[in-house]
């Protein structure tokens, strides 16, 4: 039996049938289920509006609990943890360095690592802890930067020389190799801005400094991008160097730290990890997007 009635509306609770004429060969009836959004994910009801401030309370909820349990873990590393790994470890490291080397030659050790090391695929976040630790803040720095852009600038012109192994490398990896030839595409202003991302971004630093030169960036925005993006892991590693060093110095004189000075640390130690994360996603972000961008372009 075939139901040839005008358009009706049959309402069941907060969803729709909603009969219309056939506009097919028999005549029927064509059934089109229409969902109500009141209440519900965004929509404008009660419901909506309360799910919203609900997720809300529990998203800054989780983001107090995490803060408050990173900073008791911290407060138990710097009353614990922090200085038994320094009497067995790291005080006498640095007792040794102290009666070996001269600040002038730990200034060399240090610029000489930072240069070198890039170019051997080794990590030098440890040379920039001991930069921190010997200079602080300011010369250690100055110390930092001066080495990256000589450490950066080798492979650069060395992985010229391996153009066909590198090109062939990125196409086994295509994900990958496509953050990186976004910093060879556009202006001098668009690869300087795609460099300093990915410099910032957990891509590994290492491995750029070969694969750069595969992706046509000129040496300018790249040297100029990786002095920008490295500068906050320049000084969360001279944060975390003057730390060791204030943690060491009081494991050596044998008292330990007031409860003003954890605090400060432990708060300092969660702004500067804080800062590392947003700074990161951000800027993984940003790539996300540039790469969208290129995809577009490119349709």
């Keep these: 039996m075939i139901h040839n009635a005008a358009d009706e509306d049959l309402r069941l609770g907060d969803d729709y049938v909603k009969l219309e004429n056939g506009g097919g060969d028999d005549g029927g009836v064509r059934w089109q289920a229409e969902t109500s959004t009141s209440g519900c994910c965004g929509g404008s009801g009660v419901g909506g509006v309360n799910g919203g401030w609900w997720w809300s309370w529990w998203w800054w909820a989780k983001l107090v609990l995490v803060v408050l349990f990173v900073g008791v873990l911290g407060a138990v590393f710097f009353k614990w943890v922090g200085p038994f790994f320094m009497d067995k470890e790291i005080i006498p490291i640095i007792i040794w360095e102290r009666k070996t080397f001269s600040t002038t ?173 947003i700074v990161t996603l951000y800027a993984k972000r940003r790539l996300k997007e540039l790469q969208m961008q290129e995809e577009l372009l490119l349709q």
């Excluded at 010997?134 to 450490?151: C, H, N, R």
């Excluded at 110095?249 to 500067?272: E, K, M, P, W, Y």
């Design 105 to 277: 030659m730990l200034a060399l050790i240090v610029f000489g690592s930072l240069t070198i090391f890039p170019s051997l695929l080794i990590p030098s976040t440890p040379s920039m802890w001991v930069a921190g630790m010997t200079f602080g803040y300011g010369y250690g720095f100055l110390l930092i930067i001066g080495g990256v852009a000589f450490g950066v600038t080798i492979p650069y012109f060395v992985g010229s020389l391996f153009c066909h192994r590198i090109h062939a490398w990125l196409e086994r990896y295509p994900k990958k190799a496509s953050i990186i030839r976004l910093a060879g595409e556009g202006n001098w202003f668009n690869q300087f801005r795609a460099v300093t991302l990915i410099r910032i971004s957990p891509f590994p630093y290492v491995i750029y400094n070969y694969c750069a030169m595969a992706t046509d960036v000129k040496y300018g925005p790249y040297l100029l991008g990786t002095l920008v993006g490295i500068v906050p892991e320049i000084f969360v590693a001279l944060y975390t160097g003057i730390l060791i060093k204030t943690l060491a110095n009081a494991s050596h004189d044998r008292h330990s730290l007031s409860a003003l000075q954890i605090v400060f640390n432990v708060i300092g130690f969660c702004i500067t990890v804080a800062t590392t994360v």
